[in-house]
């Protein structure tokens, strides 16, 4: 049981040893309800209808109300503890050992999470943030990726991992490292069909040492280069997408330079 409180209620977070002190109080309930039903109750019924309305009463408005976890606790553990079968065996020694069982399991996982505490938000986010960023500066000199599928799924999963405390901005800057990588992903492609390889790493390696105003300047000339290319030339759909994916990483390079040259390798 602890580690099954520990598995379930985990992922919330901040919100992780609150929400399985509910759990426990629950199932402190739920001892209660269950013994009254099995000793006091359920001896006396003979029918199934009566069976179902012993059991009901405790079921049915835990289950209308299950989404705080006082009331999950009351639908997980109650039939466990209730233990019904064709022959009952109305043991209170086993039931009491039981239901020890089930609260000092769920007690140790709120135990758990009071002496490991998740890190604090502020911590986590710049975590996710440095990673973004770190992962991003691999995109400019590393294999490119055949889409930005891979990029892409990857970052999102840390924008929905960012804390509910992170700022506005925070979450703006990782939106727009997710912004950058896409772009970067798709320029070096088109760079080598249009063999512009060379301006473009300049660019790059400027994003690589946290340099924005430089990587702007020369994300700009690589633009004019573009531009300046013969609207006849096969390719001038891609062209212009090019000189799109440049404005837009632009933008955002100039935006949030603080973000993109934190920890710059000069």
């Given at each position: 049981?602890p580690?099954?409180?520990?598995?379930?209620?985990s992922?919330?977070?901040?919100?992780?040893?609150?929400?399985?002190?509910s759990?426990?109080?629950?199932t402190?309930?739920?001892?209660?309800?269950?013994?009254?039903?099995?000793?006091?109750?359920?001896?006396?019924?003979?029918?199934?209808?009566?069976?179902?309305?012993?059991?009901g009463?405790?079921?049915v408005?835990?289950?209308?109300?299950?989404?705080?976890?006082?009331?999950?606790?009351?639908?997980?553990?109650?039939?466990?503890?209730l233990?019904?079968?064709?022959?009952m065996?109305?043991?209170?020694?086993?039931?009491?050992?039981?239901?020890?069982?089930i609260v000092?399991?769920?007690?140790?996982?709120?135990?758990?999470?009071?002496?490991?505490?998740?890190?604090?938000p502020?911590?986590?986010?710049?975590?996710?943030?440095?990673?973004?960023l770190?992962?991003?500066?691999r995109?400019?000199?590393?294999p490119?990726?055949?889409?930005?599928?891979?990029?892409e799924?990857?970052?999102y999963?840390?924008?929905?991992?960012l804390?509910?405390e992170?700022?506005?901005?925070?979450r703006?800057?990782?939106?727009?490292a997710?912004?950058?990588?896409t772009?970067?992903?798709?320029?070096r492609?088109?760079?080598?069909?249009?063999?512009?390889d060379?301006?473009?790493?300049?660019?790059?390696?400027?994003?690589?040492?946290?340099?924005?105003?430089?990587?702007?300047?020369?994300?700009?000339?690589?633009?004019?280069?573009?531009?300046?290319?013969p609207?006849?030339?096969?390719?001038?759909?891609?062209?212009?997408?090019a000189?799109?994916?440049?404005l837009?990483?632009s933008?955002?390079?100039?935006?949030?330079?603080?973000?993109?040259?934190?920890g710059?390798?000069?």
């Amino acid at each position: 049981m602890p580690r099954g409180a520990v598995i379930l209620f985990s992922p919330r977070g901040d919100q992780a040893y609150a929400t399985t002190m509910s759990f426990m109080v629950g199932t402190g309930l739920t001892v209660a309800f269950a013994a009254i039903v099995e000793f006091a109750v359920l001896p006396g019924v003979t029918t199934f209808a009566g069976f179902s309305l012993a059991i009901g009463l405790v079921l049915v408005p835990a289950g209308a109300f299950m989404a705080p976890a006082m009331f999950a606790a009351m639908t997980i553990t109650f039939v466990p503890l209730l233990a019904a079968a064709n022959q009952m065996s109305y043991d209170t020694q086993q039931f009491y050992n039981s239901a020890l069982a089930i609260v000092a399991g769920v007690g140790a996982a709120a135990l758990a999470f009071r002496l490991l505490p998740p890190l604090p938000p502020a911590l986590r986010t710049r975590r996710l943030l440095a990673l973004t960023l770190r992962d991003l500066r691999r995109l400019t000199t590393g294999p490119i990726p055949r889409t930005a599928n891979d990029w892409e799924g990857r970052t999102y999963s840390r924008l929905s991992a960012l804390p509910e405390e992170a700022e506005p901005l925070q979450r703006a800057q990782l939106l727009a490292a997710i912004s950058v990588g896409t772009e970067i992903i798709r320029l070096r492609g088109i760079a080598r069909r249009f063999d512009l390889d060379v301006e473009l790493d300049a660019a790059l390696d400027a994003v690589a040492r946290g340099d924005s105003s430089v990587a702007t300047e020369r994300l700009g000339r690589l633009d004019r280069i573009l531009a300046a290319l013969p609207s006849a030339r096969p390719g001038a759909w891609v062209r212009l997408r090019a000189r799109g994916s440049i404005l837009a990483m632009s933008e955002a390079l100039a935006q949030h330079a603080a973000y993109f040259n934190s920890g710059a390798v000069r």
